[in-house]
T-cell receptor, first 114, second 112 residues
Framework: NAGVTQTPKFRILKIGQSMTLQCTQDMNHNYMYWYRQDPGMGLKLIYYSVGAGITDKGEVPNGYNVSRSTTEDFPLRLELAAPSQTSVYFC?????????????FGQGTRLTVV | DAKTTQPNSMESNEEEPVHLPCNHSTISGTDYIHWYRQLPSQGPEYVIHGLTSNVNNRMASLAIAEDRKSSTLILHRATLRDAAVYYCILRRSSGSARQLTFGSGTQLTVLP
């Protein structure tokens, strides 16, 4: 059972380049999330989705875009990368529930923008 | 969103119990209390959750105050592998895709 899979694990980008962080889950979860974690800090929500075709902004969405064409996949797009986007990015998924379901996280993508 | 307050860091000796406190004085009646932990260089992993009653699972126990304004995660016998950042999170029962809002957590150090 793969759970939540993120690719790539590591990436170095130059300022102004673009890239897509991939996230896929095999648990048929409706809810998916993207977080970023800066050194020594907690996770901050970038975007989330409650199902295919539905996405919404989280706490720190600027500089990012997402799409959700299938239940399984929730890619995060960085346009015009900036040094401030150097961070570790985590994707997560869960069943809707009533707040009583657990979320599953991927292993993260460590991104450096130089 | 209701916030949680945790100590920045705690230490424990190996094989001794650990009590990790969390204050959540503005919790609403339908918020679930979740605990996650993050091992070094890994994504967060679920530990336990509860609503009103104390909960036990294979990883830990969760003790919830009667007024629900605080809770304590209990690791019964700390091991070196339990060294991690522990996050106490309130998860809403409706709206906002049941977001998990992370604070800065408690860094647990386990001493051999």
């Amino acid at each position: 059972n793969a759970g939540v899979t993120q690719t790539p694990k590591f990436r170095i980008l130059k300022i102004g380049q673009s890239m897509t962080l991939q996230c896929t889950q095999d648990m048929n979860h409706n809810y998916m999330y993207w977080y970023r974690q800066d050194p020594g800090m907690g996770l901050k929500l970038i975007y989330y989705s409650v199902g295919a075709g539905i996405t919404d902004k989280g706490e720190v969405p600027n500089g990012y875009n997402v799409s959700r064409s299938t239940t399984e996949d929730f890619p995060l797009r960085l346009e015009l990368a900036a040094p401030s986007q150097t961070s570790v990015y985590f994707c997560a998924s869960s069943y809707p529930g009533q707040g009583n379901t657990e979320a599953f996280f991927g292993q993260g993508t460590r991104l450096t923008v130089v | 969103d209701a916030k949680t307050t945790q100590p920045n860091s705690m230490e424990s000796n190996e094989e001794e119990p650990v009590h990790l406190p969390c204050n959540h004085s503005t919790i609403s009646g339908t918020d679930y209390i979740h605990w996650y932990r993050q091992l070094p260089s890994q994504g967060p992993e679920y530990v336990i959750h509860g609503l009103t009653s104390n909960v036990n699972n294979r990883m830990a126990s969760l003790a919830i105050a009667e007024d629900r304004k605080s809770s304590t995660l209990i690791l019964h016998r700390a091991t070196l592998r339990d060294a991690a950042v522990y996050y106490c999170i309130l998860r809403r029962s409706s709206g906002s895709a049941r977001q998990l809002t992370f604070g800065s957590g408690t860094q647990l150090t386990v001493l051999p």
